[in-house]
């Protein structure tokens, strides 16, 4: 809901106290698309359809995840 009509995300969004002129949900003019924000959706989709954590090291799904 929060794409743009491309479906890229933006950096922010106003929240529920956007100011006067704005609306809350809406890209508050920055960065869009910011790459990294649509890498992190991306590795969200992965792990929500993978039944768990993507790009997360080896080592540290062995000490925390794993116990």
């Known amino acids: 809901a929060f794409a743009d009509p491309n479906g890229f995300l933006p950096e922010q969004i106003w929240d529920l106290n ?3 002129g704005y609306i809350a949900g ?3 003019g920055s960065v869009q698309p910011l790459n ?3 890498g992190e959706y ?3 989709l ?3 359809a993978g ?3 993507v790009g997360v090291p080896s080592i540290v ?3 925390y995840a794993n116990r």
């Open 51 to 53: 039944g768990k954590a």
């Open 26 to 28: 809406t890209a508050t």
């Open 61 to 63: 799904q062995s000490r």
């Open 18 to 20: 956007a100011p006067n």
């Open 42 to 44: 991306i590795e969200l």
């Open 36 to 38: 990294w924000t649509m």
């Open 46 to 48: 992965a792990a929500v």
